[in-house]
């Protein structure tokens, strides 16, 4: 049972445009929220996360949104640049079972075409 | 430099060999995880600690074991019970506050052959 859904494994877009990467979360016990972005055969670096007490973050290009009720979030970037262009991961943290538990969605490939 | 160290990078084992894969951190973190990912399949968890001599299974944690002797080090040895062990494995620590960033290593690409 996939607890953090990242619906679509590729987005494109043009450099300068919006992209737009979404979430979706099942389990109600997370209640903070991260963006990592991912190059081929590294690891993950963090990007931006927000805690479920607030409904927007921001970090220069990188903006986080959070609707708590409808169990989703979306990280939007404005303006795109081909640099961007690498693997995002949604992931999701609560306590379950006594445990701090980090769960990831399966990544969404961004391509920024210049 | 603090950091979170994954080695060997690449490594390679014949088929019903245990292999045991190195993670080590300078950070003072105490929860440390486990992940591996397979072509879109993104992150899935294999174990996760919390303290030392102390830790959790994942989401699949079949054909896997850890051990926790000390707070920097968090090896994972991969069995010859895991069916399918040729993968890229992600170690990540963070420190136990509620909502912190963790931090990846480089990652290790297992092939066994």
């Known amino acids: 049972d996939q607890q953090v859904k990242q619906n679509s494994p590729s987005l494109s877009v043009q450099e300068g445009r919006i992209s737009i990467l979404n979430c979706d979360y099942t389990n109600s016990m997370f209640d903070y929220f991260l963006w990592y972005k991912k190059y081929p055969a590294e690891g993950p670096t963090f990007l931006i996360s927000?805690?479920?007490?607030?409904d927007k973050n921001e970090d220069g290009r990188f903006t986080v949104f959070l609707n708590k009720s409808a169990k989703h979030l979306s990280l939007h970037i404005v303006p795109s640049q081909p640099g961007d262009s690498a693997v995002y991961f949604c992931?999701?943290?609560?306590?379950?079972?006594?445990?701090?538990?980090?769960?990831f969605g399966k990544g969404t490939k961004l391509t920024v075409n210049p | 430099d603090g950091g979170i160290t994954q080695s060997p990078k690449y490594l390679f084992r014949k088929e019903g060999q245990n292999v045991t894969l190195s993670c080590e951190q300078n950070?003072?973190?105490?929860?440390m995880y486990w992940y591996r990912q397979d072509p879109g399949q993104g992150l899935r968890l294999i174990y996760y600690s919390q303290i030392v001599n102390d830790f959790q299974k994942g989401d699949i944690a079949e054909g896997y074991s850890v051990s926790r002797e000390k707070k920097e080090s968090f090896p994972l040895t991969v069995t010859s019970a895991q069916k399918n062990p040729t993968a890229f494995y992600l170690c990540?620590?963070?420190?136990?506050?509620?909502?912190?960033?963790?931090?990846f290593g480089q990652g290790t690409r297992l092939t066994v052959v």
């Open positions: 950070l003072n973190h105490d929860a």
């Open positions: 990540a620590s963070s420190i136990i506050s509620r909502g912190t960033e963790a931090f």
């Open positions: 927000i805690s479920s007490i607030k």
């Open positions: 992931a999701a943290s609560g306590r379950q079972g006594g445990s701090e538990k980090l769960v």
